[in-house]
Each structure stands twice: as structure tokens, then as C-alpha cells.
């Protein structure tokens, strides 16, 4: 099988499986992966995650124009920012409206510069900081733009009512850690007010140090 087979297939069963548990419903929801030439695939526009045919994948070359597959979803700015601002670091985007997350984004006391509190190691370890951006009507270029004003320094965001876009070294990558994502917003509400014993910053540097994360 050759590789883009391979990540063709890739992309339609991790997808699946996001939808299948409940992740992203309906028609939301999309996913970027970068082959080894350059080359991006892309779920198209109005898709669901639960029946992705591989052959229907948006397919651009390497100077981002569209050459097969159905037209991309509208909300490519997402994807291209990371690319652009962070492309030795990025193979894959995932984009979610996944429940937790989008309900801890609109709450008042959510600190934007990360917005999720420091519950566990394994959401410092796979996102390092999460900042969360304002709301943009979807589709709007507005919200690469202020993807780029990051210039690199984040590999997860939290578009606010809107859904978390989080980018990996590569397809696994970016959906697990877009799951922990998910994982760690649940467990901030069903917290929230409860004054949780949160990890202390020596406990948060000694992670930062140990894994090699992205902390500025």
C-alpha cells in the first residue's frame, strides 16, 4: 500500500472513531494530514466524520492548490496557519466541536492565555499551553490570521464557542492529543468551583523539563 493509501485510510478510521464516540457529531469537524512530498490531504466540505470515503479526500500538492477530490472545508485557514507557522513541527491538524471543550470556552473565568488548568501531566505533555482565541463566524480567514499572531508558539488553541484545533508531528499525534484535550476540559467542569488540587508549579516545571515542552 502506498503512502498516501496508507494515510488515505488513516484519516477516514480516525475519524470514525471520533464521531463513533460521541467527539464531533453531525457534519462538524475536519482533518488535515501532510504527506511526506508535501502533498495535503483534507476532509471536504459538509462531511461527516462517521463515513468518509478515502477516494473523496481533498487532495492539494505542495503549493496549497486543490488538484482532486472533493472541495476542502471551509475552514483550510485553520489548517494552513499551523503549516505556515509551525512546518517542521506539523503533519496533521484535527479540528473538533467536541462538548467540554466548547462549554469550558465560554465560561468567564477561563484564563486565555490557558485555558485549561493544570489537572494532570498528560494535558501539559501532549499540548503544553492552550490559548483560547476569540469567536470568528466560521469559515472567516480571521481565524488563521490570529493562528499566525501566535507565530508558532502554540500547538493547540481553543476557538471560543466554537471548537478546539490542534496540530500534531503527525496524524496519531495531533487526534491523541486532541483527546486529551477533550479529556481535560470534562474533567475542568466537573471540577469547576470545587476548588481541585491542581498540580503546583514546581510539579508543572519538573513535566515541562522532563518531556521537552513547549512552555514560553
Avoid at 103 to 124: F, G, H, K, Q
Amino acid at each position: 500500500m502506498s503512502e498516501e493509501a496508507r494515510l488515505r485510510d488513516d484519516i477516514c478510521r480516525m475519524a470514525r472513531s471520533l464521531f463513533e464516540r460521541g467527539l464531533t457529531g453531525g457534519s462538524s469537524g475536519n482533518i488535515s494530514a501532510r504527506l511526506s512530498d508535501g502533498r495535503l490531504l483534507v476532509t471536504p466540505t459538509g462531511s461527516s466524520f462517521g463515513s468518509l470515503e478515502p477516494g473523496r479526500l481533498s487532495l492539494f500538492d505542495a503549493d496549497g492548490r486543490l488538484i482532486g477530490g472533493d472541495k476542502p472545508t471551509k475552514e483550510m485557514p485553520l489548517h494552513s496557519a499551523f503549516y505556515e507557522t509551525r512546518p517542521t513541527r506539523t503533519g496533521a491538524v484535527v479540528h473538533l466541536h467536541s462538548c467540554h471543550s466548547v462549554a469550558l470556552s465560554m465560561l468567564p473565568d477561563v484564563d486565555p492565555e490557558n485555558m485549561l488548568p493544570p489537572l494532570t501531566a498528560y494535558s501539559i505533555m501532549k499540548l503544553g499551553k492552550v490559548t483560547l482565541l476569540p469567536y470568528f463566524i466560521p469559515g472567516d480567514p480571521a481565524m488563521g490570521d490570529a493562528i499566525r499572531g501566535l507565530a508558532g508558539k502554540r500547538s493547540a488553541v481553543m476557538l471560543a464557542n466554537h471548537g478546539p484545533v490542534v496540530a500534531g508531528k503527525d496524524l496519531e499525534a495531533a487526534v491523541y492529543a486532541v483527546e486529551e484535550l477533550e479529556e481535560t476540559a470534562k474533567l475542568a467542569l466537573l471540577t469547576h468551583g470545587l476548588k481541585p488540587r491542581m498540580l503546583t508549579p514546581e510539579q508543572i516545571a519538573k513535566v515541562v523539563t522532563t518531556f521537552d515542552v513547549e512552555w514560553d
